[in-house]
């Protein structure tokens, strides 16, 4: 007897819920429409947000110079301990939530991981209107990390602005929540679709929007579209393409000649996934640029070079396109380490003379000031533990490599690693304390070259697979067991003078993964971490005042903003692996005194396992198909990352993994088919590799 996927899945479901997967609360209904708000926010108002709107949050950073500092102070180092909450909505979650909502004539805007954006009345919490672009859920799998992510919306002219995870930009009537247009942002070709997990900037007329998925061999770009019509007006690549072709401009013919062997078939990386400002005093747009595909760059590009413009940020004009100046983080990139970590603009006396400065914290460690109207090196200061550099050298502005850790010679671990010392949770610049607040993590990644490489000298892409470049699987295991100790990851919120490069205070997170920070005219550092908690801290002194239990993790980054005469802080909550996944916008203010009802506790007890019936040979191959096709959403070794820990499956789950793995049966979860990517037998590799984890870990735990 056949029977259909929907019948499965009504008799699936309860048990994925009892023992796998998890499913959020399903998205808030359409409500109530409150009077209609036209949100009229141009480039001026975004700029002068400070005289003008000190009560809002217009753009991803608060402003373009992107400080996340408010100036509010009814929430101060007196008050905090008074502070509650006041209203909590679900948000569906995925994936842990990165939004960083914008607040407009008092209405918050924020999306879920898919990319759906709610208009909800920034006071009361209720809601407007909601919006669902309906990004494709097979898109999930081409995640670098974990599932879909989205980290906000642009509010421009009437409109809001949301790029899915799908690669589409679309405007939204910010009055109605109807839609307007929706653009395909990935008309270029690649070998897998291309993502989108940044906010748009909205700036001169114009919306930019990048994209994501360097790992996925793309080629990155930023596209500046038309804010009304949605035309596209010009493209900047970030990276030279195919040079037996015409180049798309002079300034990638000039990169081309850094660049050696096919890096071109590989897409070469670069992708635009995060960080993108806009600068009204210049009249420039700054993009920060992510790393190089394959990670290696004696993979990459054979014969060396610097590889322009990975790792660097790149001034350009808005209305063309064209590039003013360019600087490179970390030449010829070996390490993941992308510059597209948050810019902060300021104008600033450095040694004696009044400038323009960008400040960037990229994943390499080093707080870059550049001077903003020539990319300038001013300072370069390590802020996170480093093992890869000993300094960067001021004279020619490179990083100087530390000889002694050459990892393709000797593989080890390095500092940072690939999620580098700061990643894209976001920084805060205090300009009065002259203070950056830079959420970091020491955590280190172990880095070899694969074993197939090794042994041939030959690098054989893998088609639909993350193209790292790096060991993985046993082999890796292995070379990790025989290098001993692996450093301790921890997380770090550090406020950091970017003048003299001292770190000012520290505090040591309770989790290695941590928040985005929020900087206030009260004397406040807000920052949340993964152990659920949102923390207020003394900005001069690091000085804990008071925190909230979310029973969620936190990486978004936290916002201020005034409705009436009340202040409020706000931030999104997303799935804590303890618990059935639970994401929220909670939002706080003095007196609140709602509260937050613990979520269910998932049985993180791993059951009796079904039958291995594979040989050790099948095992290894289960194991090379697992890491290439599952870990990067379902953890390393199988021990569960963000998603569905597969060693807790149940045994209903186990008889349908052909169907979920081979048919999309969970494909609503974000569970792509991957039938063209495994044979029935290869499925079932899978899954006994799966097994095996699992009892190896339920032999580990004890019993229970
Ligand atoms: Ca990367």
């Given at each position: 007897m056949s029977?259909?996927?929907?019948?499965?899945?009504?008799?699936?479901?309860?048990?994925?819920?009892?023992?796998?997967?998890?499913?959020?609360?399903?998205?808030?209904?359409?409500?109530?429409?409150?009077?209609?708000?036209?949100a009229l926010v141009d480039d001026k108002r975004i700029d002068r947000i400070d005289e003008?709107?000190?009560?809002?949050w217009l753009a991803y950073g608060r402003g373009y110079d992107e400080h996340r500092f408010s100036p509010l102070t009814q929430i101060n180092r007196e008050t905090v301990g008074d502070l509650g909450l006041v209203w909590s909505r679900p948000i569906e979650v995925r994936h842990r939530l990165q939004t960083s909502p914008i607040v407009v004539d008092g209405v918050i805007y924020y999306t879920d991981s898919w990319s759906v954006v709610f208009a909800v009345d920034a006071d009361t919490g209720e809601t407007i209107w909601t919006f669902d672009p309906e990004t494709r859920r097979q898109y999930a799998r081409w995640s670098c990390c974990g599932g879909p992510m989205n980290r906000g919306v642009a509010v421009y002219r009437g409109r809001v602005y949301t790029a899915t995870f799908d690669a589409r930009l679309v405007a939204v009537d910010a009055a109605t929540g109807k839609k307007v247009w929706d653009v395909d942002t990935a008309d270029y070709p690649s070998r897998v679709p291309y993502t989108i997990s940044g906010a748009p900037l909205p700036a001169s007329g114009k919306i930019y929007i990048g994209n994501s998925g360097?790992?996925?061999?793309?080629?990155?770009?930023?596209?500046?579209?038309?804010?009304?019509?949605?035309?596209?007006?010009?493209?900047?690549?970030?990276?030279?393409?195919?040079?037996?072709?015409?180049?798309?401009?002079?300034?990638?013919?000039?990169?081309a000649k850094t660049w050696s062997g096919e890096w071109w078939k590989l897409g070469g990386g670069g992708t635009v996934w995060n960080s993108i400002t806009y600068d009204t005093d210049l009249h420039t747009v700054y993009v920060g640029v992510g790393n190089g595909t394959p990670w290696p760059r004696r993979i990459r590009s054979p014969g060396g070079g610097?590889?322009?413009?990975?790792?660097?940020?790149?001034?350009?004009?808005?209305?063309?396109?064209?590039?003013?100046?360019?600087?490179?983080?970390?030449?010829?990139?070996?390490?993941?380490?992308?510059?597209?970590?948050?810019?902060?603009?300021?104008?600033?006396?450095?040694?004696?003379?009044?400038?323009?400065?960008?400040?960037?914290?990229?994943?390499?460690?080093?707080?870059?000031?550049?001077?903003?109207?020539?990319?300038?090196?001013?300072?370069?200061?390590?802020?996170?533990?480093?093992?890869?550099?000993?300094?960067?050298?001021?004279?020619?502005?490179?990083?100087?490599?530390?000889?002694?850790?050459?990892?393709?010679?000797?593989?080890?671990?390095?500092?940072?690693?690939?999620?580098?010392?700061?990643?894209?949770?976001?920084?805060?610049?205090?300009?009065?304390?002259?203070?950056?607040?830079?959420?970091?993590?020491?955590?280190?990644?172990?880095?070899?070259?694969?074993?197939?490489?090794?042994?041939?000298?030959?690098?054989?892409?893998?088609?639909?697979?993350?193209?790292?470049?790096?060991?993985?699987?046993?082999?890796?295991?292995?070379?990790?067991?025989?290098?001993?100790?692996?450093?301790?990851?921890?997380?770090?919120?550090?406020?950091?003078?970017?003048?003299?490069?001292?770190?000012?205070?520290?505090?040591?997170?309770?989790?290695?993964?941590?928040?985005?920070?929020?900087?206030?005219?009260?004397?406040?550092?807000?920052?949340?971490?993964?152990?659920?908690?949102?923390?207020?801290?003394?900005?001069?002194?690091?000085?804990?005042?008071?925190?909230?239990?979310?029973?969620?993790?936190?990486?978004?980054?936290?916002?201020?903003?005034?409705?009436?005469?009340?202040?409020?802080?706000?931030?999104?909550?997303?799935?804590?692996?303890?618990?059935?996944?639970?994401?929220?916008?909670?939002?706080?203010?003095?007196?609140?005194?709602?509260?937050?009802?613990?979520?269910?506790?998932?049985?993180?007890?791993?059951?009796?396992?079904?039958?291995?019936?594979?040989?050790?040979?099948q095992l290894r191959e289960g194991d090379r198909l697992y890491h290439q096709l599952c870990a990067s959403c379902h953890g390393y070794q199988a021990r569960g990352y963000r998603n569905a820990d597969l060693r807790l499956m149940s045994s209903a789950v186990h008889e349908a993994f052909q169907k979920i793995v081979r048919e999309g049966l969970l494909l609503d979860l974000g569970m792509d088919s991957f039938a063209g990517d495994l044979s029935m037998q290869e499925a079932e590799l899978v899954r006994q590799y799966i097994i095996s984890r699992a009892n190896i870990d339920r032999a580990a735990a004890g019993p229970p």
């Open positions: 029977v259909s996927s929907d019948w499965f899945r009504a008799r699936l479901t309860p048990l994925i819920l009892a023992g796998c997967c998890g499913l959020g609360p399903s998205a808030e209904a359409q409500s109530r429409a409150l009077e209609p708000k036209a003008r709107d000190p009560g809002a360097s790992e996925w061999d793309h080629r990155g770009y930023l596209t500046a579209y038309d804010a009304d019509t949605g035309e596209k007006v010009w493209r900047f690549f970030t990276v030279p393409g195919d040079p037996s072709r015409p180049f798309e401009n002079p300034e990638l013919e000039q990169a610097d590889n322009l413009f990975l790792s660097s940020v790149v001034a350009l004009h808005p209305d063309t396109g064209r590039m003013k100046w360019y600087y490179q983080t970390t030449p010829g990139d070996n390490w993941d380490y992308t510059a597209t970590q948050d810019m902060v603009l300021a104008d600033m006396v450095v040694d004696g003379r009044e400038r323009k400065v960008l400040m960037q914290a990229p994943k390499n460690g080093f707080f870059y000031v550049l001077d903003r109207r020539d990319g300038k090196l001013l300072r370069a200061s390590p802020f996170g533990a480093m093992n890869w550099a000993t300094h960067v050298d001021m004279e020619t502005g490179r990083p100087v490599e530390n000889p002694d850790v050459v990892w393709e010679e000797r593989p080890q671990w390095i500092l940072p690693g690939n999620t580098g010392a700061h990643n894209w949770e976001p920084m805060a610049f205090d300009a009065g304390r002259g203070l950056a607040y830079i959420p970091t993590h020491d955590t280190p990644f172990f880095f070899a070259l694969p074993e197939d490489y090794l042994e041939t000298g030959v690098y054989t892409p893998r088609r639909n697979r993350m193209n790292l470049g790096v060991a993985t699987g046993s082999y890796r295991t292995r070379l990790i067991e025989a290098a001993g100790e692996r450093p301790e990851p921890k997380g770090f919120l550090k406020a950091f003078d970017p003048l003299t490069g001292e770190t000012v205070w520290k505090v040591r997170n309770r989790t290695a993964r941590i928040g985005g920070v929020l900087a206030t005219g009260g004397g406040l550092v807000f920052q949340g971490d993964g152990s659920g908690f949102l923390s207020a801290y003394d900005s001069d002194s690091g000085e804990p005042l008071w925190k909230f239990q979310s029973y969620g993790s936190i990486i978004a980054p936290p916002i201020a903003y005034q409705v009436g005469n009340t202040q409020y802080v706000a931030v999104a909550v997303g799935a804590r692996i303890e618990y059935f996944d639970v994401g929220r916008m909670l939002v706080f203010a003095l007196g609140g005194n709602a509260s937050l009802d613990e979520p269910p506790k998932r049985d993180r007890v791993i059951p009796r396992q079904p039958a291995m019936t594979a040989s050790e040979e």
